[in-house]
């Protein structure tokens, strides 16, 4: 009964290739999130969906392709993958309230690209 | 858009000393403002929130204090313990957005 599951948990694979990274949420939030989280632990946000719409788009570069097909769930597709991809990717749910909303993570994707 | 800094980047304290970790925001339209601990190889999660409409909050030792003419809020440990030792994260948020700002967060080492 996890509130907001991601796979794989941990990625390893070469650079060049192309991975993808599924997330679901059963908390029934109208937005999910990709964060990144590297080596010195900043969480940097990504993308951002509400209800399979995009309302946040960081400067990511276009090999990072995020896909909604709807509002439980919320993939990332990586293109053409680099050393510096390598990252931890955390998935994450919210729900607006007037009084503000809280966000939950996902485990996190462990990506090493070699 | 939001700019949250987050100070000190580390910490290490004696167990049962009190620890204070302290963020500033610049978006006046925040109104949410929520601490997460992260351990060593987990996600972050929720530990405490405050909103705006509240000046202070607390929860068995930890408590967060929110000063919004100055745009800071703090997170205070109190009888530290070893098992308080996490990266902690300070974050703001709108509720007119989906969007969180997170602080760049706070290595805390209680040494035993």
């Known amino acids: 009964d996890t509130a907001v599951s991601q796979t794989p948990k941990y990625l390893v694979t070469q650079m060049g290739n192309d991975k993808s990274i599924k997330c679901e949420q059963n908390l029934g939030h109208d937005t999910m999130y990709w964060y990144k989280q590297d080596s010195k632990k900043f969480l940097k946000i990504m993308f951002s969906?509400?209800?399979?719409?995009?309302?946040i788009n960081e400067t990511v570069p276009n090999r990072f392709s995020p896909k909604s097909p709807d509002k439980a769930h919320l993939n990332l597709h990586i293109n053409s993958l680099e050393l510096g991809d390598s990252a931890v990717y955390f998935c994450?749910?919210?729900?607006?309230?007037?009084?503000?909303?809280?966000?939950?993570f996902g485990e996190g994707s462990w990506l090493t690209v070699v | 858009g939001e700019n949250v800094e987050q100070h000190p980047s580390t910490l290490s304290v004696q167990e049962g000393d009190s620890a204070v970790i302290k963020c500033t925001y610049s978006d006046s339209a925040s109104n949410y403002f929520p601490w997460y601990k992260q351990e060593l190889g987990k996600r972050p999660q929720l530990i405490i929130d405050i909103r705006s409409n509240v000046g202070e909050k607390k929860d068995q030792r930890i408590a967060v204090t929110l000063n919004k003419t100055a745009k800071h809020f703090s997170l205070h440990i109190t009888e530290t313990q070893p098992e308080d030792s996490a990266v902690y994260f300070c974050a703001a948020s709108s509720s007119t957005g989906n969007q969180f700002y997170f602080g760049t967060g706070t290595s805390l080492t209680v040494i035993p």
């Open positions: 969906y509400n209800n399979k719409e995009l309302i």
């Open positions: 994450a749910s919210s729900q607006v309230f007037s009084s503000g909303n809280t966000i939950y």
